[in-house]
């Protein structure tokens, strides 16, 4: 078989990269510059392994990366991996980017062909709008061609290793449609679960990321009630969960949610069962605490200072990757400097956005740091270094956790964790 992916960002890259060890990949994106840097062997996101395994594939002539629609003919499998953003006040998800990719693969799609969709969407998605756009250019589902929903469960920073290791749900419009996509999404690797239709997959996706977010509520805001009581939350949670499953659900405090997936699917699910007259309570009281945090982090640095220069170490969203799609670093920066602080941003990995590269040298002077993004190179910290380039008796802020408090109490910095005051 010979295999097409349409969308080649965080998920469709590594994926594409990933199936050509085992068939014959395109790799297509309506982004003419993307798409050069790739044909020049250059990467076009951080993912650790992501180079070495694109480079293999591309070397071994597995991997062909187009712009051109006309090279998704020959493809019996067509997986759609793009962008499906949403608009948390309207409640409205933009399908432009899978409209527009179902317009280049209708023309070009044979009998036969198996179209799987990975991008997150509401339930009722692929039975409704791609089923429909398909049957509207004269293809009978699944007679002529088969359609699959088999959602991306990756993280950042350990993609390669969760497409490989995590269990494949697939939602399929038949059985030889389930057959072929197990055979192609199954060759990664991991256990296939079946289910009984792309609805059911659908939602597995919108659990996976819904019930981390308000996991996430819940710990915030744990984070904040131990800040009141005077315990830190680290060492709750620590004790709490220490051989003691029931808890495992409880996750680490943090400055906020970012990245896509957190940003978008619990209010897409929230926003498909406001239209059949429920609404989600839960998410709606996680979605209060985490959007507080960056506000609260902001807090926390004018409560210790007034005034001054302050570093926040950490613009992507998480740790060892370069997203800085829906950072909390962009909402605490903009708290701050509305009290009227001077601010720096400083990350190893993220591009743009006036970003110093060199936490050393970013903390040149500043009164305050504030730690937000728990980057493998800051849990490493010289923290004597860090000493002797910022002023006099400089406010540490620590936002992860990832710092030890009397390592840095020692070395001379006032120190403050998130529920850990």
Do not use: W
Request: charged residues 25%.
């Amino acid at each position: 078989m010979r295999i097409s992916v349409i969308g080649l960002g965080y998920v469709g890259l590594p994926l594409a990269s990933l199936l050509a060890e085992s068939f014959d990949v395109v790799g297509f994106d309506v982004d003419f510059n993307k798409i050069k840097a790739l044909e020049r062997n250059e990467v076009t996101i951080r993912e650790p392994g992501l180079e070495e395994v694109f480079r293999n594939s591309r070397k071994n002539g597995k991997l062909t990366i187009s712009h051109d629609p006309d090279s998704l003919r020959d493809s019996q499998v067509k997986i759609i991996t793009v962008g499906t953003p949403y608009d948390e006040v309207k409640d409205f998800v933009d399908y432009s980017q899978l409209d527009s990719s179902l317009d280049i693969i209708i023309p070009r799609i044979n009998k036969g062909d198996v179209i799987a969709l990975k991008s997150t969407v509401p339930p009722g998605t692929t039975m409704e709008r791609v089923k429909g756009r398909i049957e509207g250019n004269g293809y009978r589902i699944p007679e002529d061609v088969g359609i699959a929903f088999a959602p991306e469960r990756i993280i950042e920073g350990q993609a390669l290793k969760d497409f490989k290791g995590l269990p494949k749900i697939i939602g399929a419009s038949d059985d030889r449609t389930f057959k072929i996509a197990s055979e192609v999404i199954g060759s990664l690797g991991g256990k296939v679960i079946r289910v009984s239709n792309p609805e059911t997959a659908e939602m597995v996706k919108m659990v996976d990321n819904y019930a981390r977010f308000v996991f996430l509520g819940l710990t915030n805001e744990l984070a904040l009630i131990c800040e009141k009581i005077g315990v830190d939350v680290l060492e709750v949670i620590r004790a709490a969960k220490d051989d003691y499953p029931r808890n495992a659900g409880v996750l680490h405090p943090g400055p906020g949610v970012g990245g896509s997936c957190l940003n978008k699917d619990p209010f897409i699910l929230r926003g498909v069962l406001k239209l059949s007259g429920l609404d989600l309570n839960m998410v709606n009281s996680a979605q209060e605490v985490n959007s507080f945090m960056p506000i609260h982090i902001a807090e926390i640095v004018k409560l210790f200072r007034s005034n001054g220069n302050v570093t926040l170490l950490g613009v992507a969203f998480k740790g060892d990757t370069d997203d800085t799609r829906y950072t909390p670093t962009f909402k605490i920066r903009n708290e701050l400097v509305k009290a009227g602080f001077q601010v720096k941003l400083s990350d190893p990995l993220a591009e743009g956005h006036d970003i110093i590269k060199d936490m050393y040298e970013a903390c040149m002077g500043v009164d305050s740091i504030v730690l937000l993004t728990d980057h493998s190179e800051y849990k490493k910290i010289d923290l004597e270094r860090l000493r002797k380039v910022t002023a006099s008796d400089p406010l540490f802020i620590d936002a992860r956790g990832i710092v030890d408090r009397r390592e840095a109490v020692n070395h001379g910095f006032e120190y403050h964790g998130l529920g850990r005051l």
